[in-house]
């Protein structure tokens, strides 16, 4: 009888088991037939909750600048400096167009009128008889004051750009240290994780594949967020190299065992390459530098790209104190022997 009972049971309950999951599975698959039955492109809203996004993802954000972003390279038939992309590079191309070039211009031909004159005037077939004139005051006088006039007006805006290519760093720029090897460049970003990236120059074949020139252009650039505070440190692990970008006004000696550092602020996003400007071995030449200077947004998204953090990262809470230990108490025992034993009376 028991056992009947048991399988008239097992009967009943078995039908809703097999209902409750078919119920799940329709729920399971629902989502999964809906997005196959929607048309291409098209996004179907579910109620459940969005996947964690897969580790490719972090990437989404930046895109490699191509050759048509070049900006800072050198030009044919050139004969003055390289456009200027920063603000340095800007004071510094306007000192040398406005006041270095005139002042130079005038006084080599000032110098040649003088020489013309001389020949001309004080040459023994129109001057057979020589001038024995001495110490002209004004003369004196003029040729002394002229070259100090001079001298100062070139020193003003020369110590104005000297004060402004040492000018520190805000608190919060973006610290990246160059150093170099022989010979290649790697750079490394200390606030943001301290990953480094290895650059070495590209083949001339690469080269000419991607559209960029060669021996300037390289595997892996040195990205940098465009209209940000940078502060530019380096350093070498052999011998002493230089650090030098034209376009961006930028030179800076890296010297094994020492840490320089300047400030340096690209105003517009594009690719600026540069050369090691110290001589550093057989392979001197060939160790270019390429700078790729994203938006702040697509340079964070590098960042995380190459599995570093950026923005301030949370710090490990402080351990809470320990409980202040409670004395014990003294076992009844150990007062009893602490007394004084009295003697046996006599």
């Known amino acids: 009888m028991i056992t009947t009972l048991a399988a008239a049971a097992a009967l009943a309950v ?3 088991a097999l209902s409750a999951q078919d119920v799940t599975e329709a729920a399971v698959s629902a989502p999964a037939v809906q997005q196959a039955d929607a048309a291409p492109g098209t996004v179907v809203a579910t109620d459940t909750a969005p996947a964690a996004p897969a580790a490719g993802d972090a990437a989404a954000g930046y895109t490699p600048l191509g050759s048509e972003w070049i900006k800072g390279q050198p030009v044919d038939k050139g004969i003055t400096f390289q456009e200027q992309y920063s603000k340095d590079g800007k004071f510094a191309l306007w000192m040398h167009d406005v006041v270095l070039l005139p002042i130079i211009t005038a006084i080599c031909l000032f110098v040649l009128g003088l020489l013309l004159w001389v020949v001309v005037k004080f040459n023994r077939r129109s001057n057979p008889v020589a001038s024995k004139t001495t110490h002209n005051t004004f003369i004196e006088v003029v040729w ?4 100090v006039l001079i001298l100062v007006g070139i020193a003003v805006p020369s110590i104005t750009l000297l004060a402004r290519q040492y000018e520190s760093p805000p608190a919060d720029a973006v610290t990246v240290k160059a150093t170099g090897y022989q010979w290649y460049w790697g750079y490394t970003y200390p606030d943001n994780g301290g990953f480094e990236v290895i650059s070495n120059m590209l083949t001339k074949e690469q080269a000419v594949a991607n559209g960029e020139p060669h021996q300037l252009a390289v595997d892996n650039r040195l990205v940098l967020p465009a209209n940000t505070p940078i502060r530019l440190q380096t350093t070498a692990a052999d011998v002493i190299h230089s650090f030098a970008i034209p376009s961006l006004w930028f030179k ?17 996003p594009g690719i600026y390459y540069g050369q090691c400007s110290e001589l550093c071995g057989a392979r001197h030449g060939y160790m270019p530098i390429a700078i790729e200077a994203l938006p702040r947004p697509q340079w964070e998204a590098w ?12 710090t490990a809470a402080a351990p809470a104190p320990a409980p202040a230990a409670t004395p014990a108490a003294v076992p009844a025992a150990t007062e009893a022997e602490a007394e004084p034993i009295p003697a046996p009376a006599t």
Not at 144 to 147: A, D, Q, R, Y
Not at 252 to 268: F, H, K, Q, S, W
Request: charged residues 20%.
């Open 14 to 16: 078995a039908p809703q």
């Open 303 to 314: 960042v995380r790209s190459q599995g570093g953090t950026v923005g301030p990262q949370p």
């Open 144 to 147: 002394t004051l002229v070259p």
């Open 252 to 268: 800076l000696d890296a010297v094994p065992g020492r840490l320089n550092e300047r400030m340096l602020t690209i105003e517009e």
